[in-house]
């Protein structure tokens, strides 16, 4: 299996349908030991339910928010694991109300809040996890094509996602000196639960299928299999990357 004795993370898992478990499968069925994110107490409850059964996979805490669980999840995981080789980030926000309507009207707050949660959070994660990463670790985070184009009601999240792909563009050149790589999956829309927060999401899955070059569905096990491919040694000459899983769609024009 390619990914045999390799352990990591992915921060942060709320259920089976999400694309974070999608990454967690796929990676445990290549042979990886995955530690599964949970973002408070009452999701780990969701968590635990979720890797019941399974084999070399455990539940962590961390709140990208809370800055004193971003201090203890180093801990957490060289007490578990001692050094891991890949770090998954799947985290991201938006109030509801900033998804809907104008970009314009977007607040002040619900500016800051996206672009904490869905970008700054890579940025303090991976400085929090850096001292438990081997040389050679893979880094992937979950953006859309949101972020290079003006999707309807996506609003200030196309903002943030095209901020986490700059801070991916810069931590890859932070932490290239060690040869860990870091790398963007960017997944054209997947019937996920908080993708249900995008409104006219089942028609933006229609016109994406109907259009794409492959012209067939995709989702969470292409979105896995991929980072499967980062988080091997299959990548090693792959860093600050955009990687889209959306059969082709972000090709097409006219």
């Not at 539940?59 to 669980?69: A, I, L």
């Not at 929090?128 to 003006?150: F, Q």
């Given at each position: 299996?390619?990914l045999?004795?390799?352990?990591?993370?992915?921060?942060?898992?709320?259920?089976?349908?999400?694309?974070?478990?999608?990454?967690?499968e796929a990676?445990?069925?290549?042979g990886?030991?995955?530690g599964?994110?949970?973002?408070?107490e009452?999701?780990?409850?969701?968590?635990?339910?979720l890797?019941?059964?399974?084999?070399?996979?455990?539940?962590?805490?961390?709140?990208?928010?809370?800055?004193?669980d971003?201090a203890?999840l180093p801990?957490?995981?060289?007490?578990?694991?001692?050094?891991i080789d890949?770090?998954?980030?799947?985290?991201a926000?938006?109030?509801?109300?900033?998804?809907?309507?104008?970009?314009?009207?977007?607040?002040r707050?619900?500016?800051?809040?996206?672009?904490?949660?869905?970008?700054?959070?890579?940025v303090?994660?991976?400085?929090?996890?850096?001292?438990?990463?081997?040389?050679?670790?893979?880094?992937?985070?979950?953006s859309?094509?949101?972020s290079?184009?003006?999707?309807?009601?996506?609003?200030?999240?196309g903002?943030?996602?095209?901020?986490?792909?700059?801070?991916?563009?810069?931590?890859?050149?932070?932490?290239?000196?060690?040869?860990?790589?870091?790398n963007?999956?960017?997944?054209?829309?997947?019937?996920?639960?908080?993708a249900?927060?995008?409104?006219?999401?089942l028609?933006?899955?229609?016109?994406v299928?109907d259009?794409?070059?492959?012209?067939r569905?995709?989702?969470q096990?292409?979105?896995?299999?991929?980072?499967?491919?980062?988080?091997s040694d299959?990548?090693?000459?792959?860093t600050?990357?955009?990687i889209?899983?959306?059969?082709g769609?972000?090709?097409?024009g006219?």
């Amino acid at each position: 299996m390619i990914l045999e004795g390799k352990k990591g993370l992915v921060l942060n898992v709320t259920n089976k349908n999400s694309i974070g478990w999608g990454i967690v499968e796929a990676l445990h069925a290549h042979g990886a030991t995955v530690g599964v994110g949970a973002q408070n107490e009452k999701m780990l409850e969701r968590v635990n339910k979720l890797i019941e059964g399974y084999e070399r996979m455990d539940s962590f805490v961390v709140d990208f928010t809370n800055e004193d669980d971003l201090a203890n999840l180093p801990k957490a995981v060289e007490a578990k694991y001692g050094k891991i080789d890949f770090y998954v980030h799947s985290a991201a926000y938006a109030n509801k109300e900033d998804l809907e309507g104008k970009f314009i009207e977007t607040s002040r707050d619900g500016f800051a809040t996206a672009m904490d949660i869905s970008a700054y959070s890579l940025v303090s994660s991976c400085r929090a996890l850096e001292p438990v990463l081997n040389d050679d670790a893979s880094v992937i985070t979950v953006s859309y094509l949101g972020s290079t184009r003006a999707v309807g009601n996506y609003n200030v999240m196309g903002v943030a996602k095209a901020a986490l792909e700059a801070c991916v563009r810069y931590l890859a050149v932070d932490l290239g000196e060690r040869g860990i790589r870091v790398n963007t999956l960017s997944p054209g829309p997947i019937n996920t639960i908080s993708a249900r927060g995008v409104k006219g999401l089942l028609d933006m899955l229609k016109y994406v299928n109907d259009r794409a070059p492959l012209k067939r569905e995709y989702g969470q096990e292409e979105c896995g299999l991929s980072s499967v491919y980062l988080c091997s040694d299959l990548s090693k000459g792959v860093t600050g990357q955009i990687i889209f899983v959306d059969s082709g769609y972000n090709i097409v024009g006219l």
